[in-house]
């Protein structure tokens, strides 16, 4: 505890001995700026000016730790006995089918007498008894740019989904299920107008890899400005942003190494982490008391089997998790970090743009020093209407990454093309292009967010993550019931995505919402009046907390 | 290769016939499901329906009753955990754990974790009960110990991964 208060007091010139903070309390502002200077590195770029939410409060340093709401033990147990209910239906199927009382649609092997089968029967069981049943309401065909409305194929199915017939009608639909955070994934507008003009200039794909001929102008601009966006000293781009993951954390850790990442991440963070050899340990999700008590067993216990100590540490988060809509509990994160000397890797897809009152992701909705983290990766494929992830940091380490990335130098270049709609998209958001299009656009995602979340939350529906985060998972816990919503929301003209088992855990079934900036209010009010009433007839209204019967403003 | 102790097994999962929302964490959904919320609850309640269910037919004497109630419930458990092999979906870890049962892949493998004591401790209760509702009788208890065996043995971690025989081994 003492060394840690010295720790705050040298970085900051002893300036703040007087007033230095007791290490518990760390949601002081004084934490993380000390008049401009934090632990003796100099932010690159000047500060913003101090955050503000579009409400006018101040948002530095603020904290809300959200804890999900838990549903009544007799729902979970009725959700066990619709488990039971399918699986026992599900052999019952199977016997028929086998014996020839029902007629049976699934691949069979032919002329392979004296074989050994290739597939198990079982291994297909959920595929077979389970998804097909239900696998209208995913996957569907769409024919037009997933913005705010989104035209999906109609599909008929005359054998309970065995197979589908296309009638050639559309659906016009309220697009929830899209990652379109300020709205940007639209084929018209000046950014595209930008992009069109330039394909003359840059050629349209490279075919290259970058450490070839693949660094074209346009990235290299790309780069720069990102790296000014975020705030920090350089930045470093790639064409996909799973690929940024997988084929660059074997740059920074190794055999020897330690990974402490949460028990929620993406694929591509485990991957990336599978393939560099580091010791990997999970911790219990966005539980902070959790993963510091993981990294004092890890720090004493040592490398497995020598128990020498560790070559590095590092925790692998992400800005905003994708399937839980909660939102890193950063300050709490970078005193863990300050405290025990490890580095921070922050996976900021779904955050980037989407978040902070200047939309430059989790570091800016905290009011943190962005230089704190070690190495900030994103994607522009959620905000910026693109493809791609970048990995941002110190000048040092983006040139290692640079040198030694398996993306860089065996993957193709992200395009021209790509990267300029990207640059126009950045140059909006800072209001460089001089419109306030990108400010507004910020503006007008949060205030939706905040809009729809307090209102489905007044209605009674149980609603995972932070209040701020636009990604809204709405529980249902029920296995049958996501496609009943699905489909019922579909005849309405009202898409979305739902999720079950074994995507998630056996209990927390949900239906997820991605608010955009470019829905108008009238979307959000038909999309909450048609939750409403098939909240009632479905009865998913768990919610036992208090609410309040005020009236929400837009 | 199954059975090198508790190795955490990650990876990439296979995103066909799957319900998507994002890919998960865990390869293996089966190794973590029985670690859900209200599993214990649940399951006691299950066995009492099993029970209760028994108890309703008229000509079954109560030692009857509750010697069935165990056996049902411990074949009933022999089978699905040390019979049936692999999962019910195409698991992302490229089949590893096509061979082995749900006991052996609960937890990825390590041993006494809560679960799997949970497991091994509610047939030895239930043959507990069963003993005492059957007034000691040597017959129903002869029968009880023999299935109370059959549950308990495969769960012994001497017997991990081990296919006595050559029986169900492929």
Not at chain 1, 26 to 34: I, R, S
Not at chain 1, 58 to 64: D, E, F, N, Y
Request: aromatic residues 10%.
């Amino acid at each position: 505890m003492r060394s840690n208060t010295q720790h705050m007091t040298n970085g900051c010139n002893g300036r703040a001995t007087s007033g230095a903070p007791e290490v518990g309390v760390h949601h002081h502002k004084h934490e993380y700026e000390c008049q401009g200077v934090t632990n003796g590195h100099v932010r690159h770029s000047s500060p913003p000016p101090a955050p503000v939410t579009p409400n006018g409060q101040s948002c530095v340093g603020r904290r809300h730790v959200h804890v999900n709401e838990e549903v009544p033990f007799h729902i979970i147990l009725i959700c066990y006995l619709s488990y039971v209910v399918l699986i026992l239906f599900g052999y019952m199927r199977d016997l028929m089918r086998k014996t020839g009382l029902e007629r049976n649609t699934n691949a069979v092997e032919r002329d392979r007498e004296g074989y050994v089968q290739l597939y198990q029967s079982f291994e297909s069981f959920y595929t077979r008894n389970i998804y097909r049943r239900i696998r209208d309401a995913w996957n569907m065909p769409i024919a037009s740019v997933p913005g705010a409305r989104i035209t999906i194929i109609d599909r008929l199915t005359p054998d309970y989904n065995n197979t589908f017939s296309y009638p050639g009608t559309k659906t016009e639909a309220i697009n929830m299920g899209s990652y379109n955070y300020l709205g940007f994934a639209e084929n018209t507008g000046p950014i595209i107008e930008n992009v069109n003009n330039t394909i003359d200039q840059y050629i349209v794909g490279v075919g290259t890899t970058r450490h070839e001929l693949g660094t074209t102008e346009a990235i290299s601009q790309l780069e720069t400005l990102t790296a000014r966006y975020l705030g920090v000293e350089s930045s470093v781009v790639f064409g996909m942003g799973f690929g940024t993951n997988a084929t660059n954390i074997h740059t920074i850790v190794g055999k020897g190494c330690l990974v402490l990442s949460d028990e929620l991440n993406h694929a591509s963070l485990i991957l990336g982490c599978r393939l560099s050899r580091a010791t990997v340990r999970t911790f219990r999700h966005n539980d902070m008391r959790d993963l510091e008590r993981k990294l004092r067993e890890q720090l004493v216990l040592g490398q497995p089997r020598t128990h020498r100590e560790w070559k590095k540490v590092i925790i692998i988060v992400e800005g905003i998790y994708s399937m839980e809509g909660s939102i890193i509990d950063l300050p709490e994160l970078i005193r863990i970090k300050k405290k025990y000397k490890c580095y921070v890797y922050l996976d900021e897809a779904h955050s980037i743009g989407a978040i902070g009152p200047h939309g430059r992701g989790v570091c800016d909705y905290y009011g943190c020093d962005p230089n704190d983290i070690d190495i900030l990766m994103g994607t522009f494929t959620k905000s910026f209407g693109a493809a791609g992830g970048y990995l941002a940091g110190k000048k040092s380490l983006i040139d290692h990454i640079r040198v030694h990335s398996y993306g860089d130098a065996y993957a193709c270049a992200m395009a021209p093309l790509v990267a300029t709609q990207i640059s126009s998209v950045m140059t909006t958001l800072m209001g460089e292009d001089g419109t306030n299009q990108g400010q507004q656009r910020i503006k007008q995602l949060a205030r939706n967010t905040r809009y729809f979340r307090r209102k489905l939350n007044q209605l009674g529906f149980i609603l995972y993550g932070n209040d701020d985060s636009p990604v809204v998972p709405l529980m249902l816990y029920f296995l049958p019931k996501i496609p009943a919503v699905i489909r019922m929301a579909y005849k309405e003209g009202i898409g979305f995505i739902g999720a079950g088992f074994p995507a998630t855990s056996l209990t927390t079934g949900r239906v997820r919402f991605c608010i955009s900036a470019s829905h108008t209010r009238e979307m959000l009010d038909k999309s909450i009046e048609f939750m409403d009433e098939i909240g009632d007839k479905l009865e998913i209204k768990y919610s036992a907390r208090r609410r309040s019967k005020s009236e929400i403003i837009y | 290769m199954c059975c090198r102790g508790g190795r955490r097994a990650m990876g990439v999962v296979l995103v066909w016939g799957m319900m998507l929302g994002g890919t998960p964490a865990q390869v293996n959904p089966n190794s973590l499901w029985l670690n859900s919320r209200g599993m214990w609850l649940s399951y006691a309640c299950g066995v009492l329906v099993l029970h209760l269910a028994l108890l309703s037919f008229p000509f079954l004497s109560v030692a009857t009753v509750w010697t069935l109630t165990n056996v049902i419930h411990n074949l009933v458990m022999f089978v699905f955990l040390h019979v049936l092999k692999g999962t019910p979906w195409e698991s992302g870890d490229q089949g590893k754990v096509r061979k082995l049962t749900h006991w052996e892949q609960i937890d990825d493998g390590i041993q006494f974790t809560s679960t799997r004591k949970f497991l091994t401790v509610v047939p030895i209760i239930l043959f507990f009960l069963t003993s005492f509702y059957t007034k000691y009788d040597s017959f129903h208890f002869v029968v009880n110990f023999i299935a109370l065996l059959l549950v308990l043995l495969p769960k012994l971690p001497q017997f991990h991964c081990v296919r006595l025989f050559g029986i169900n081994k492929y």
